[in-house]
């Protein structure tokens, strides 16, 4: 093992989704304890996180270690892509010094020294994780959140069992919380379980404790994420244990808003749709994980739902919350999906009023079951359903953006400038949908959450102004 110096600096570059963001932060956290010097610029390693989801993302990952290899600095690649391909990968991409997988990250720290050393570290042999743990931190042994840089935990007892380290590496008011780690489901279309292994709830008690400690970290507002939010605390012995567990999040000292992210429509049950809804705290925001409505291409896809189950559970959670946001995402030219199972889905989407839509077009995974369906759509014609679809939503989510002027909204303030700011109302999650943009306001702060009017939108972002309360 080498000896720990300071002096040693790093740079971890994040692809993908929130998951990762959670991951990238475990491993700088690791790096932190061990003596690495977290930096944006000239590092003597850059840890690329990758994404292996889909083909557009597999390519900006690519894109991201070869210019990380540009910069002079050894790359490391780690993350899905690294893991779902391993030695495919280090072959292909030897700008790459070195292809790591999960398993490497609890020892993340001695691999960077290898590669620094010039230690020929051979990449894994990708296997199936279907039947495995997924990767840290789903640590349950032991209770306990470990602030990076200390021995003890925050409650002053020596931490017990395997920890938790995280270094947040994007600062802001709003923090990602990882609340499970895999997926049992079998969706024809994803790899995903492949590659994260099966589906393991965090302990409530620590994911409490890692939320107390990002908002002492400046943390606003926490994302719930997971493959499958809905799943939570099955394998601990109780599925209902996500309407439990949120209102004792919603309470954490300086987290005045969650937000759940990921849900399965198949398993929201009206409790659960109750407790988002209704608890102070939760943002009346639905995540909602549609991908289709025909129930001909949900079954092909191992998914269970129609356009009318799917109209009923939004109309039940307006009747609870009238202004709830609703998202979603779904996949056209899937396999089989003919002309009137895409018009299925047109319906389903003007019908259904959702606030904002990711519109993505099939292509095969390999190793998933879909690959070997009949009816494939040839890539011109899956381009043109997505093109359609696409421009449909962006209508649709344009005129549910314009329904919400003259609503009152309560709004994060994530960025200020000069005499306007901009941040997200409670219907917007981070990154993936609309913003606010707030004028005639003095004072702002980032972190700030303000009671404002919307008076105008611009496509799926709204303007608003103060709520003088008339």
Not at 69 to 87: E, I, M, N, T
Not at 285 to 299: E, K, N
Not at 310 to 329: C, K, M, P, S, Y
Request: contains cysteine; charged residues 30%.
């Amino acid at each position: 093992m080498s000896e720990i110096s300071s002096s040693r600096r790093v740079s971890v570059v994040t692809m993908g989704c929130a998951r990762n963001d959670v991951d990238s932060e475990e491993l700088a956290g690791r790096l932190a304890e061990r003596g690495w010097s977290l930096t944006d610029e000239d590092a003597e390693v850059v840890v690329v996180n990758t994404c292996g989801f889909i083909d557009a993302a597999k390519k900006d990952s690519i894109d991201a270690l070869l210019a990380a290899a540009d910069s002079g600095s050894k790359v490391v690649a780690v993350g899905c892509l690294a893991q779902r391909y391993g030695k495919e990968l280090a072959e292909q991409l030897p700008e790459a010094d070195a292809v790591l997988g999960f398993d490497d990250y609890t020892d993340i720290s001695d691999r960077l020294d290898d590669v620094l050393a010039g230690r020929p570290l051979m990449p894994h042999t990708p296997s199936d994780r279907r039947t495995l743990l997924p990767i840290a931190p789903v640590e349950r042994q032991g209770a306990g959140v470990v602030i990076p840089g200390h021995a003890d935990d925050h409650r002053g007892r020596p931490a017990s069992g395997p920890r938790v380290l995280r270094s947040r590496l994007v600062g802001g008011p709003t923090a990602s919380l990882k609340l499970a780690s895999g997926c049992d489901r079998r969706c024809t279309f994803c790899a995903i379980p492949s590659f994260r292994g099966s589906f393991v709830s965090r302990r409530p008690e620590d994911v409490l404790e890692e939320a107390q400690w990002l908002a002492d970290d400046g943390g606003r507002e926490g994302v719930l994420g997971s493959e499958n939010s809905t799943s939570y605390g099955k394998d601990l012995g109780d599925v209902r244990l996500l309407e439990a567990f949120l209102p004792r999040l919603a309470e954490v000292e300086g987290i005045e808003r969650v937000r759940v992210a990921y849900l399965q429509p198949a398993e929201m049950r009206p409790g659960l749709l109750e407790v988002l809804l209704r608890t102070p705290g939760l943002t009346p925001y639905l995540d909602l994980s549609f991908q289709h409505s025909s129930a001909s291409v949900l079954r092909r896809m191992k998914r269970f739902g129609s356009t009318e189950a799917f109209l009923e559970l939004i109309e039940q959670a307006r009747a609870i919350r009238a202004d709830v946001g609703i998202r979603t995402n779904v996949i056209v030219g899937f396999p089989g999906e003919s002309e009137g199972d895409l018009e299925e889905l047109e319906r389903f989407l003007t019908d259904g009023r959702l606030d904002a839509v990711g519109v993505f077009g099939y292509s095969d995974e390999e190793g998933t079951a879909a690959v070997d369906l009949d009816g494939h759509l040839d890539a011109d014609e899956i381009a043109d359903r997505v093109e359609r679809v696409s421009t449909l939503v962006d209508e649709l989510s344009a005129q549910r953006a314009e329904d919400r002027i003259g609503d009152r909204v309560s709004v994060l303030v994530e960025e200020v400038h000069g005499d306007h700011a901009e941040g997200r109302a409670e219907q917007q999650g981070p990154e993936v949908d609309g913003t606010t943009l707030l004028v005639d306001f003095t004072g702002l702060s980032v972190g700030d959450i303000v009671r404002a009017r919307v008076t105008a939108s611009d496509g799926v972002d709204l303007v608003a102004g103060p709520d003088t309360g008339a």
